[in-house]
Nanobody, 115 residues
Framework: QVQLAETGGGLVQPGGSLTLSCAASGIIYRLTLMGWYRQPPGKQRELVATMTNGGTTNYGDSVKGRFTISRDNAKNMVYLQMNSLKPEDTAVYYC?????????WGQGTQVTVSS
């Protein structure tokens, strides 16, 4: 089993910044990718950003140029630096990990962008 634990969500004003962190634990010797998805209120879950073990990244169109994903492979951590936040970035953010061909999800952390 794989466990993912997200931290760092909260309330931030428009234009502000926030950093999310996620730690993977458990049977993760075949971990190949980590990343973030989000689910805005009343909408479907969507891609935010992912990164492979080799450093290849993939970003959702709405966050390109504002969000940056990074990983610490030695610690099995993934981070999401979010800058220039907008009210439409309000969502539950989920950490994801691909391990041995299976996809795992964290429980999610709420990010609210509001003045």
């Amino acid at each position: 089993q794989v466990q993912l634990a997200e931290t760092g969500g909260g309330l931030v004003q428009p234009g502000g910044s926030l950093t999310l962190s996620c730690a993977a634990s458990g049977i993760i010797y075949r971990l190949t990718l980590m990343g973030w998805y989000r689910q805005p209120p009343g909408k479907q879950r969507e891609l935010v950003a992912t990164m492979t073990n080799g450093g290849t990244t993939n970003y959702g169109d709405s966050v390109k140029g504002r969000f940056t994903i990074s990983r610490d492979n030695a610690k099995n951590m993934v981070y999401l630096q979010m800058n220039s936040l907008k009210p439409e970035d309000t969502a539950v953010y989920y950490c994801t990990a691909w391990v041995g061909g299976r996809v795992y999800w964290g429980q999610g952390t709420q990010v609210t962008v509001s003045s």
